[in-house]
């Protein structure tokens, strides 16, 4: 008979295992997005995992910088894919945009491109990513919502353009990357900012939270 006590033993190192792997992918995202140079004993330190446990699962560095970034190219789909079920075409477009500056997505473009090698199947899914873009801003201008001369590819500045905007607190970070998405989707819609529309998003940054940044 199966030994209840080792089964339970091998279940609990396997929930463990799974922890620290997303612990360990978790804080190579927030470090590596912080300083791309970083080494990887600061993703472990930040991990609370020792070095040993990180190497056993990633051969190094690029290797984690892979899966951060592939991790993030799965997300795209996927909020690509339940954006595209709204019915309205405009709808699904702003909600898609949303949803990728909300995930803050594109700050992995903006911080980490060019520093590893992509594999065959992150490529595949990058070519579905901007197939998935395509239809999201094809039915975005079918919806007659969308000005004619907007590309698909105008979607990746403008999240990286809204990737740009950081702060030390997170939450004023989001709220400020809504108010500016908010604002250039203003200027995409044929049909104008409603008059009786919501106001846009959080509050304009201050002179002292854009100086803050520039000091030591």
Not at 13 to 21: E, F, K, L, M, V
Not at 53 to 65: F, N, P, T, W
Not at 93 to 104: E, I, K, P, Y
Request: aromatic share 6%; hydrophobic share 40%; glycine share 6%.
């Amino acid at each position: 008979m199966p030994n209840p006590a080792k089964a339970s033993g091998s279940s609990g190192r396997r929930a463990q295992a799974a922890r620290n792997d997303s612990a360990i992918v978790d804080a190579a995202r927030a470090v590596f997005l912080d300083d791309p140079k970083a080494p990887v004993s600061a993703v472990a330190s930040r991990a609370g995992v020792g070095i040993s446990a990180l190497y056993r699962r990633y051969g190094g560095k690029e290797d984690l910088l892979r899966q951060v970034c592939h991790d993030g190219l799965r997300r795209y789909l996927t909020e690509a894919q339940e954006s595209l079920a709204e019915e309205d075409g405009w709808q699904a477009f702003t909600s898609f945009l949303r949803r990728l500056v909300d995930a803050d997505l594109h700050s992995l473009t903006v911080h980490l491109a060019g520093s590893f090698a992509p594999t065959p199947e992150m490529a595949a899914d990058a070519a579905r990513a901007s197939e998935l873009a395509a239809l999201v801003t094809r039915r975005a201008h079918e919806s007659g919502r969308l000005r004619a001369d907007f590309a698909a590819a105008d979607i990746v500045l403008i999240l990286e353009g809204c990737a740009a905007v950081r702060f030390p607190d997170p939450e004023r970070a989001r709220l400020l990357r809504r108010r500016y998405l908010a604002l250039q989707l203003d200027g995409l819609d044929t049909a104008g900012p409603a008059a009786d529309g919501p106001e846009l998003p959080g509050r304009p940054a201050s002179e002292e939270e854009l100086s803050r940044r520039w000091r030591s």
